[in-house]
């Protein structure tokens, strides 16, 4: 970078992309990238395996792109197209299908572009079709992923849900989308732990993913929750980023504070969030698994 003519941002971004779209199609046409996401210590946080696709060709193929998710067998496989003159256009798949959104699988993207670009450009743009998102890499070299801040009305299937549960839960809510998300208090972190229900019962009632939360009473500044949908393929995700809206929504947490979240699923996650008027910034940690 040092000997080329800073003559601008836009400029010096063309000449990476053209180096990138070379490098890809030279020596890693099928590589595939693997980063660890949502880890600190005790929590292991989640894999994410990102692809960098060669041509539009390629990354709209969604043949191909699920038969690659489905080899990789993670959690998330991510497709990225990289674009000199607009956001990067992403995609995330399980081996059971497309998903709407991925949040460790973005950040998993984020810090592939960059360390692999080894660029000067800290802030990225993502396009899926439903989603806009911007991540930045901090100069701790962690990540900010900025996500819009969600709607959650009061549901009106909460005696459905109760019965399914099994177990007393308070302030069910839900997002508009019938196919969005169900958000639920628990007492305590131990119920939080104990937390199950009948799958099949809530398969065959709705498309919504679940999200269930409580608070710490010691330190009002953490949060704990675990996050299901079985009916996309796994009953527990391991490490969900896009639960952090969800999370500022449901507890209406304040403006410019910073809250710790801990996924109390089997490997663990950690994250941190902060409320900022009609978004939500989310910081983590990516790291290259040894």
């Given at each position: 970078m040092?000997?080329i003519?800073?003559t601008?941002?836009y400029?010096?971004?063309?000449w ?10 030279d020596?890693h ?12 210590g ?8 990102v692809?960098l696709c ?17 080899r990789n ?22 081996p ?24 000067s ?13 911007c ?14 801040q ?18 007393e ?5 839900q ?9 639920a ?19 065959q ?13 010691n ?5 704990y ?7 996309y393929?796994v ?6 980023g ?5 999370l500022?929504?449901?507890w ?15 490997h663990?996650?950690?994250y ?17 698994p040894?």
């Amino acid at each position: 970078m040092a000997n080329i003519p800073l003559t601008s941002n836009y400029s010096i971004f063309r000449w990476e992309h053209t180096l990138l779209k070379k490098h890809i199609e030279d020596t890693h046409k099928n590589a595939v990238f693997v980063r660890q996401v949502f880890c600190s210590g005790r929590y292991k946080g989640n894999t994410a395996h990102v692809k960098l696709c060669v041509n539009l060709a390629e990354f709209t193929n969604d043949v191909y792109l699920q038969s690659v998710a489905i080899r990789n067998g993670v959690a998330a496989t991510v497709f990225i197209f990289v674009q000199p003159d607009g956001p990067h256009l992403i995609r995330w798949f399980s081996p059971h299908g497309e998903i709407q959104f991925c949040g460790h699988g973005t950040l998993a993207a984020a810090d592939v572009l960059i360390t692999f670009l080894n660029s000067s450009q800290e802030t990225l743009n993502f396009q899926s079709v439903s989603h806009s998102i911007c991540v930045k890499r901090t100069a701790s070299s962690k990540y900010i992923m900025f996500l819009p801040q969600p709607e959650l009305r009061i549901s009106s299937l909460t005696h459905d849900m109760h019965n399914i549960f099994g177990q007393e839960v308070r302030n069910l809510k839900q997002t508009k989308s019938e196919n969005g998300y169900f958000v639920a208090q628990l007492p305590n972190r131990d119920s939080l732990l104990k937390f199950d229900f009948a799958v099949d019962k809530y398969c065959q009632t709705t498309r919504r993913a679940l999200v269930v939360t409580t608070r710490d009473d010691n330190h009002s500044n953490t949060l704990y929750f675990r996050y299901f949908a079985p009916q996309y393929g796994v009953k527990e995700d391991s490490a969900t980023g896009s639960a952090a809206p969800l999370l500022a929504a449901f507890w209406q947490l304040p403006n410019n504070q910073v809250f710790n979240c801990f996924q109390l699923s089997s490997h663990g996650a950690f994250y941190q969030i902060s409320r900022e008027s009609n978004q939500v910034c989310v910081f983590a940690s990516v790291q290259t698994p040894p």
